[in-house]
């Protein structure tokens, strides 16, 4: 699916940054400006589309030291649909995800959490050998990734784990709506779940 897709649902580019926005970070509240720095966009473009989504009920507001704040109602109705599609599409187009592909240090690149909708520990699981700062200079170029949660696993210590059927690698690698990106450990994996 490609973001023609999603704008042609989706009439409004505001609307479909802040959508994306607010599905992939349930938890986190935004106010007004903060979101026009977040998605550089116009204050009254932005102001229109989260009256647009109140209305429907798919944001709430409240008020707090004089700022007003929005964020997703996770009982809309369409929620969790909403953030399935949102999680995809973010994902197939993220460049940070074509990035990982390119970089040959990386052996397994596994996206979880945010990126596809579910209920993880962590968004990203990085096994390789790639440097944590630059992993960070990567989650930045995207603004919708400032939050991402991640780990990152040397090829041994990640098999090591994976072979004492470790809770927290068992559970990422095993769930099946989990999407791994780049894999260069398949025997590897094999061998160690034996």
Do not use: C, W
Not at 43 to 66: D, M, P, Q, T, Y
């Amino acid at each position: 699916m490609s973001s023609g897709i999603l704008k042609a649902l989706f009439s409004s580019q505001t609307r479909i940054k802040l959508l994306s926005t607010f599905l992939l970070h349930p938890e986190q509240e935004y106010f007004i400006r903060e979101l026009t720095r977040l998605l550089s966009e116009q204050i009254n473009s932005i102001r229109r589309e989260l009256e647009n989504l109140r209305r429907i009920g798919l944001v709430k507001a409240r008020h707090r030291n004089r700022k007003k704040y929005y964020r997703i109602d996770m009982d809309f109705p369409l929620f969790v649909e909403l953030k399935g599609i949102f999680a995809k599409e973010i994902q197939a187009d993220s460049p940070v995800v074509g990035s990982l592909k390119k970089l040959p240090s990386v052996r397994l690149a596994l996206l979880a959490g945010s990126f596809v909708g579910t209920e993880s520990k962590v968004d990203l699981l990085i096994v390789g050998d790639l440097k944590k700062e630059m992993l960070e200079a990567l989650l930045l170029q995207d603004p919708h990734l400032k939050n991402v949660r991640y780990s990152i696993f040397s090829e041994p210590d990640f098999l090591y784990r994976l072979s004492l059927k470790d809770k927290f690698i068992t559970e990422i690698v095993s769930d099946p709506r989990h999407m791994t990106v780049v894999n260069h450990l398949s025997k590897e994996m094999e061998e160690a779940r034996k």
